[in-house]
């Protein structure tokens, strides 16, 4: 009832920048939570950025300073505009959208996109 598609993902060399979208569709009332997480081969699944319907950010440290997570709400979309990427932040990047109010739903719904490939060459 509620997809979510990511885009933005490529090859970038060190230093450069990516800016990640997510939209999410369906009878949607509301998102509470939208958010970013990565994983990376051999390495666990990680929560990389999150923010709420009123604004609020979470960042991870290892990326503090360098993405900015950012969200339309009257969209239900999400982005991460990712600057000063190195190669340790190569990785299957995975939007993340919960609390999301469908119409007709009696309890509301987490929903995980397909993911998106970002790969930084050194």
């Known amino acids: 009832q509620v997809q979510l598609v990511e885009s933005g993902g490529g090859l970038v060399q060190a230093g450069g920048s990516l800016r990640l979208s997510c939209a999410a569709s369906g009878t949607i009332i509301s998102i509470g939570i939208m958010g970013w997480y990565r994983q990376a081969p051999g390495k666990q699944r990680e929560l990389v950025a999150r923010?709420?319907?009123?604004?609020?950010?979470n960042y991870s440290d290892s990326v503090k300073g360098r993405f900015t997570i950012s969200r339309d709400n009257a969209k239900n979309t999400v982005y991460l505009q990712m600057n000063s990427l190195n190669p340790e932040d190569t990785a299957v990047y995975y939007c993340?959208?919960?609390?999301?109010?469908?119409?007709?739903?009696?309890?509301?719904?987490?929903?995980w996109g397909q993911g998106t490939q970002v790969t930084v060459s050194s």
């Open positions: 923010i709420s319907s009123g604004g609020i950010t």
């Open positions: 993340n959208a919960d609390l999301i109010f469908v119409r007709g739903a009696l309890a509301p719904r987490n929903s």
